[in-house]
């Protein structure tokens, strides 16, 4: 990615960088891959990002949005995407989430459990509306990803097991303000291997097959979640995800009754690479055994390395001296406030501008106030 470094010298750090540019090519590579196969539908997961003017940008796209929280619902509607394209899903929505997705009028209740149908129900009935909803069914499929990011096993909170389906489709068959339209899965997150989708695919495939034999039942809509990775490794040589293959594994894997319409949950692969932490050396420290860039950016700026031991590229934007080897961390007081450990970075001094890269996706979205500091800034490229 070229940064625009001499614009960066009069921004204070540490703040998110967006190249709009890239984040639009993403989203129409996403679009027209999609477009390919009849009744394909992306929502954007908001949860990745959810920065004002990206959402705008992301509704011009046409996608529509994936919620997990009343405020996700609102910032949804406020960036303009609208309510038929807004999909609701969470393990505990309260009273006042499903009112405000009721009275906004969403496309569809991610449902994953029998007492959040009965709450859905009441809060219908008082409205005298139909809330239309999925079931989200737990596939019981691992992903080859991070144990904090699989949900899709049994053993995780999401979902409904295949033992349950039964009892809850029955539950919602007798309920007058709900209709069943469809059914949700989502297996986890930085998945790179279609493998996985392959095998969530056959899950889809079975349970179809079950509860059209069983019940005669055969459902609109098919959501599949999200999940799809990116490159942390390089961003430069992989800026946009290979969408063309990851459509095609669904299109050429599920097996959908005539009209059938499919949908996407997408969050990292969409906003990941063009989101840039820029933070500053505030200092070089040369210990015994080892030699720390401290930086001015932390863990509650960029999470994921401390929560997940996630990867994310460092660059120093300023040195283009042989590189040295660095533990490259951050101000916070607590020793997991370490970006990367034994890095070769660019020889450093205090003051480089630094580039934490392919942070736009649960970056900015999961930064935190901790040790009262400040939350980062975003700055899109079309502002410099
Ligand atoms: N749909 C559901 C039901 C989800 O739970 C998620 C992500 C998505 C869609 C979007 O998944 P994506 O396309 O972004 O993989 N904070 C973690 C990732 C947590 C993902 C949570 N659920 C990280 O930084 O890696």
Redesign the pocket.
């Known amino acids: 990615m070229n940064f625009p470094v001499d614009a960066f010298a009069g921004i204070e750090t540490p703040f998110y960088y967006y190249d709009v540019a890239l984040l639009e090519r993403t989203l129409a590579a996403a679009q027209r891959e999609a477009a390919r196969y009849d009744g394909f539908h992306v929502h954007y997961?908001i949860?990745?990002n959810f920065n004002p003017r990206l959402l705008k940008i992301v509704a011009q796209s046409g996608m529509g949005a994936?919620c997990?929280s009343g405020g996700e619902v609102r910032a949804a509607m406020d960036a303009g995407i609208p309510a038929a394209k807004v999909v609701f899903?969470g393990v505990g929505k309260t009273d006042k989430e499903i009112a405000l997705a009721l009275d906004a009028g969403i496309f569809c209740f991610?449902v994953e459990s029998v007492p959040e149908i009965e709450a859905i129900e009441e809060l219908a009935a008082q409205r005298g509306v139909v809330a239309r909803v999925a079931v989200r069914i737990n596939p019981n499929v691992g992903a080859h990803t991070?144990a904090n990011?699989t949900?899709g096993l049994a053993e995780n909170k999401f979902g409904i097991n295949y033992e349950q389906i039964d009892e809850v489709i029955d539950v919602i068959e007798a309920k007058s303000h709900i209709e069943l339209t469809g059914l949700h899965f989502?297996i986890g997150?930085?998945i790179l291997v279609m493998d996985d989708f392959i095998a969530l695919c056959g899950r889809i495939n079975e349970l179809q097959e079950l509860l059209h034999d069983t019940r005669g039942l055969v459902l609109p809509h098919i959501n599949v979640?999200?999940?799809?990775g990116i490159r942390y490794d390089a961003p430069d040589k992989y800026p946009i995800p290979d969408f063309e293959l990851y459509f095609a594994t669904y299109a050429n894997n599920l097996k959908l009754h005539p009209g059938q319409q499919v949908h996407f949950?997408?969050?990292?692969?969409i906003v990941a690479q063009c989101g840039t932490l820029i933070a500053r050396a505030t200092y070089v420290k040369r210990g015994t055994c080892k030699q720390f860039i401290i930086l001015d950016a932390g863990m509650n700026d960029l999470v994921?390395p401390a929560l997940?031991d996630?990867y994310h590229r460092i660059e120093n934007l300023t040195s283009k001296k042989p590189d040295g080897v660095y533990d490259v961390v951050g101000p916070v007081c607590e020793s997991s406030d370490v970006f990367c450990k034994d890095r070769r970075i660019p020889e450093t001094a205090r003051g480089d501008i630094m580039a934490i890269r392919s942070a736009g996706?649960?970056g900015e979205a999961?930064a935190f106030g901790y040790n009262c500091r400040e939350i980062p800034k975003a700055v899109l490229s079309t502002e410099l």
């Open positions: 997961a949860k990745a994936d997990v899903a991610n991070h990011i949900t989502h997150s930085q979640g999200g999940g799809l949950e997408l969050g990292r692969s994921r997940y996630a996706a649960y999961m």
